[in-house]
């Protein structure tokens, strides 16, 4: 077998050496800024094409924890994520975590596990994700963001334990233990309202039609 007589400059030793070096896990202004892309990129792509039925049969999730816990919810409600700035309200139930300036709009801002009546407390959350049905609304903050991904309705199955949050409140949860949020239903409920029930109440979530 004749051998290739091939010989590498030293420039293409270099772009070789770097392509074969491990890469870096990005800070988290890095992975926010990604994920802030594949939004936008996912939402013009689905604004000009009619959804599909293969679209239709799944949808595309944000992942992010908070206290521990894995949440996620329909990207067609995140209107931006984010670093938190907040300046906190004297007096304010501790589930309002804050208000924060949204380029001149006021923007409440809640601990998400209060809001849904749990225990727990995620108010050093660093992330600020923005939510609202096509416009802000309200922000959560969270621990970490786990990015967008694509899921498909098989793969969500019924809450386990009902006791831990209400049904009507959680569209299902993936076998990896990520419990899906119904967005919709937390806009339209009291979860997010700024005069709610006592805290240690669980808000009421029904639905109306």
């Known amino acids: 077998m004749k051998k290739s007589g091939r ?29 802030r892309r594949v ?31 894995r949440f996620a919810v329909e990207c067609r409600y995140v209107i931006e994520v984010g670093s938190r700035e907040l300046t906190r309200v004297p007096g304010a139930p501790p589930r309002l975590l804050g208000l924060a300036n949204l380029r001149g709009e006021i923007l409440p801002v809640f601990d998400l596990l209060r809001a849904l009546g ?7 959350g660093p992330h600020l994700i923005v939510l609202g049905a096509g416009v802000p609304e309200v922000g959560i903050v969270a621990q970490s963001l786990d990015g967008v991904a694509r899921l498909e309705d098989r793969e ?15 569209l299902g949860v993936t076998a990896e233990a990520v419990t899906v949020l119904d967005i919709k239903v937390l806009l339209d409920g009291p979860a997010f309202l700024l005069e709610a029930p006592s805290e240690s109440q669980t808000p009421s979530f029904e639905v109306t039609p």
């Open 7 to 35: 010989s590498f400059s030293e420039a293409e030793w270099r772009r070789l050496r770097e392509a074969l070096a491990p890469k870096a896990e990005p800070d988290p202004a890095e992975r926010a800024e990604q994920i």
């Open 118 to 124: 749990r225990g727990g407390d995620d108010s050093g």
């Open 156 to 170: 969500l199955c019924a809450l386990p334990n009902p006791s831990v949050l209400p049904d009507s409140v959680v």
């Open 39 to 69: 939004l936008a990129e996912r939402a013009e792509k689905y604004a000009a094409q009619p959804l599909a039925a293969e679209v239709e049969a799944g949808r595309d999730v944000l992942g992010f924890r908070c206290a521990g816990e």
